[in-house]
């Protein structure tokens, strides 16, 4: 479980991206069955499709293999989260997978490539989930960009920065 968070709140945005991840999924098969939105894909379209279907399937094993050794997930929460709680979960699902790559990386752990790719392909996922929360510290953010700011900063540091 996520410290400080509640169970169905982890669930939850577990839930979400597995649902985003099979679409995802399933939307690569179509396209590589030739049954998908792009009629003939090239041969270089068609090299991306496959790696990135095999990249999908590492991430869908990892939240559903490794993760609920860690975190009481089911993957069936149907429940709505706010952006906060979900960036907070997704920067401690990130944090999760780093410290599984690392740990199968050492010398002394058991070799496990299975893991330590469905680890990495974790991490990976995590990372590009949380693009849109993140931002330059150099950079002013105007406006609405602002809100983000306040959302990273919330779910990084669990402090209030105003409302949001």
Not at 14 to 32: E, F, W
Not at 125 to 146: C, K, R, T, V
């Amino acid at each position: 479980m996520v410290p400080g968070m509640r169970r169905g709140t982890t669930d939850a945005v577990v839930s979400k991206h597995l649902r985003l991840l099979h679409d995802r999924i399933r939307d690569l098969q179509l396209i590589l069955t030739g049954r998908g939105p792009i009629i003939v894909p090239t041969v270089q379209e068609e090299v991306r499709f496959r790696e990135e279907l095999r990249e999908a399937d590492l991430v869908e094993r990892g939240l559903t293999e490794l993760l609920p050794a860690f975190w009481r997930v089911t993957g069936t929460s149907r429940r709505r989260v706010g952006l906060v709680a979900e960036a907070r979960v997704l920067v401690r699902l990130r944090a999760l997978a780093a410290t599984l790559a690392l740990g199968l990386e050492q010398p002394e752990s058991a070799a496990d490539p299975d893991r330590l790719a469905m680890a990495r392909a974790l991490f990976r996922w995590a990372e590009a989930a949380l693009l849109p929360f993140e931002f330059d510290d150099n950079e002013l953010l105007p406006g609405g960009a602002l809100r983000y700011e306040r959302i990273v900063a919330y779910a990084m540091f669990g402090q209030r920065w105003g409302s949001i």
